[in-house]
């Protein structure tokens, strides 16, 4: 069986990877520095009891540390070599992707992301392992058009965290063109990733004050904050809140294994793929459906825009139906029941 270098393991979406690689039987290794999570999330994967029968400790590495530390990175393949099981693929996860906060610090957006992904292929390289999953995002499509977005939208992020996720394609795709019969690689863009693995054993939960909707909501039901702050309802939308493409984020789980399954048995290629649902939901949708779902009440309250915002992201997910047989299961009511189960279990 094949072992899995999984970057970012620890974090919300590589957690929840973890636990289909696992049902799965790869050998996995994760390298996380913990920076944006934490180290117990493994141990309340590996205390899952629909995970017994399929968790191995033998099977599974944990490295505390960061990407940009070649030495590590080296190590981590060695050893995996000298051990006869070599590092076969990596989903690469770790960085940084607040998309405030790159604007206040770009540099460390561009070290540890771009950096740091350069450090990895160059390992990746010397060990010659050529086969790669690269977490990337919707935000790097130019929001000139209708909202609706395939995979061949012009590249034109206007965020210096969305520059560095459309840096790391552009390597990836001269990468591939220095190499066309070595490296099988697909670029995961992610819409709006939410929800939890229904066991409720695994959050989202970001250190410091929250950006995205979903943690939001999930701390002004629990009463840690007191408002959610609606970004604007003058959005040209039906009820004037800005529309995206939630994903439950064990669709998103799955879709790298399948993509994982299609890259080791497909000729080499590099693969840009949507991970969404295809169907678009308002904000006030997403309040709606979780008080409903939840039976908790949600204090909003509508405020200005949100700058750099755009009031429509919706996925076509045509290619990644096509290709890899890609459909995302759950609907936003699982996504809001799902999210606050997991969020009551980790309190
Ligand atoms: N929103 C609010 N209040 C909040 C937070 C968000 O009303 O407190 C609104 C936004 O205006 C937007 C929607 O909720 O209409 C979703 O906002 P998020 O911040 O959750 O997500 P974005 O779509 O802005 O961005 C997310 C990720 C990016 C990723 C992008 C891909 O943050 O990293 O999806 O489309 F690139």
Redesign the pocket.
């Known amino acids: 069986m094949k072992n899995i270098l999984l970057t970012g393991g620890t974090g919300f979406i590589g957690s929840h990877i973890f636990i289909q690689l696992i049902k799965c039987g790869y050998y996995i290794t994760i390298i996380d520095s913990n920076i944006n999570s934490s180290e117990k999330v493994i141990k309340r994967i590996s205390d899952m009891s629909e995970l017994t029968p399929f968790f191995d400790i033998k099977k599974f590495k944990f490295y505390k540390g960061d990407i940009r530390n070649e030495i590590l990175l080296n190590d981590i393949f060695l050893s995996a070599k000298e051990q006869n099981n070599e590092i076969d693929a990596v989903i690469h996860l770790a960085g940084l992707?607040a998309?405030r906060e790159s604007k206040i610090k770009p540099l460390e957006y561009w070290e540890s992301n771009v950096s740091g992904s350069i450090i990895l292929f160059k390992v990746m390289q010397k060990f010659n392992c050529y086969n790669f999953i690269f977490s990337s995002?919707?935000?790097i499509y130019s929001s000139d058009g209708t909202g609706f977005f395939d995979e061949d939208t012009i590249i034109k992020p206007i965020n210096p965290?969305?520059n560095t996720k459309a840096a790391i394609e552009q390597i990836l795709r001269d990468l591939f063109d220095s190499s066309p019969n070595l490296w099988r690689i697909a670029c995961l863009r992610?819409?709006?990733p939410i929800g939890a693995h229904p066991s409720g054993n695994v959050c989202e939960d970001p250190k410091g004050i929250p950006?995205?909707?979903?943690p939001?909501l999930l701390k002004v039901a629990s009463r840690e904050i007191d408002c959610?702050?609606?970004?604007?309802n003058d959005w040209e939308t039906p009820d004037g809140?800005?529309?995206?493409d939630y994903v439950h984020v064990l669709d998103i789980a799955d879709g790298h294994i399948m993509v994982l399954k299609y890259l080791m048995k497909n000729p080499p290629k590099v693969l840009n793929l949507n991970l969404g649902t295809g169907v678009g939901k308002s904000?006030m949708e997403l309040i709606n459906t979780f008080e409903e779902v939840n039976q908790i009440k949600i204090n909003y309250v509508f405020s200005n825009?949100?700058e750099g915002?755009i009031p429509r992201?919706v996925a076509n997910i045509d290619l990644a139906k096509k290709l890899i047989g890609w459909d995302p299961k759950n609907k936003l009511a699982d996504m809001c029941k799902d999210g606050w189960r997991s969020k009551l279990n980790n309190q």
Do not use: Q, W
């Open positions: 992707k998309v995002s919707a935000t965290y969305g992610y819409f709006n950006n995205n909707i979903f939001v959610l702050e609606v970004f604007g809140t800005g529309i995206r904000v825009r949100r915002d992201s």
